[in-house]
Every structure is written in structure tokens, then in C-alpha cells.
């Protein structure tokens, strides 16, 4: 059984999904500290002038080192109007608007002030969507302990796997030899941004999901 794992973020990238449907189990990580100016609360997406971050401002103060999971996100702000009104200006005329921004649009009804709560739905609907069947779990549902690559160990050992996916740069911080010594194989996942047609040129990879999903629908891109 291959396990894969990764923090939760908001609309991710194609290759967080790429790595999911190569995998059987993937674990979002949500028992590690926030990464303040990661890809956790923010993602790009792009328009005629070029890319433009969509953020959620989360509350910080005096919550140095706090979990993922207990990231809060600020209150009272109008970010939520915002992002739509973001989305609507700069998709409203890619092929599939239709098809993708209702959906969305209810994933912004979702009242929780909790950012893995608020990301994860939008996480399991695009897994749906490109109609990835990959199990989704929280590593906070798992109870398991550790830090760095113990903690990675731990959490392929709780769940039955055989192996491991790393994504690319576990390749300078993971220590092999615990996985080696527990049976486990390590496999890193490579994944290179392709051109898909997008409404301004020139082409620019590595944007959110969502990107891809207003310009090519659900169409999976591995088959």
C-alpha cells in the first residue's frame, strides 16, 4: 500500500494532485506548525495582467509555532467576497466557468474559522472531481507521534503501507535508513508543469487547480 503526505493548502497545485493519484492513502499533515508564507493559506492563479495571489489572512498574534490544524482564519474581513469577485474576473470567460465556479461558490458558504476545515473541502472536491479515488485522512485523526522523518514513519506504519511517496525534496531531509530498517520503501515523485491552453499567454505552470479546471474542465491530465 503507497502512502503519500503533505500539509493541507489551499486549491493546490497540480502536482499535490498528481502525487495523490499516484498514491493509495494521502495524509494531509496538519499536526506540524503553520508555515507562515506558505502555500497553507494562499494560492496563485492568474489573468491579463499577469498572476495574482488569493489569500486568506489568518490570525498569527501570539501564536508563534501553532499546529495547522489550529490555524485560525481572521474574522470579520472580507476576503471571502473578495476571492469570488477575484475568480469571477478572471475566469468568467474560460471554457468551463460554468461548470466550475458554482461549486465553488459553495465552498465559500462554509462558515468554519478554522483553515484546514475551510481547505480540505475544497481538496476533496477537486480529488473528486479529476476523479482521483485516493483516500484522504487528517493526520490528526491518526494519534501518532514523532517529529521529521519519525513522524513520517510513524504515520506509513499506522495505515498498513509498504511504501512511501516523497515528493522531490525529501530527497535532502529524509533519513532513509529508519524506512530501510522498518521494510519500508521510499519512492520520490516527480512532477513537471505542462502547458494546457490558458486564456492569456504566455503560458505560466504552477498555478492553483483552479486554473486548470476553468480552462480544461475535469478532465484528468495523466490519462
Known sequence: MIITIHQPNLFPWLGFFDK???ADIFVLLDTVPYTKGGYQNRTQIKGANGIKWMTIPVVSNGRLGQSTHDVLMMPHQHWRKNHLLTLENYY??????????PKIYGLYTNSTENLTEFAMPGIEWISDTLQIGTQLIKSSDLKVSGSGSELLLNIVRSLGGTSYLSGPSGRNYLNLKIFDAAGIKVDFHTFLPFEYPQKHLPFVGGLSVLDYLFNQGNKPWWF
Open 20 to 22: 495523490m493519484q499516484h
Open 92 to 101: 468568467k470567460k474560460s471554457p468551463y466557468f460554468d461548470l466550475i465556479m
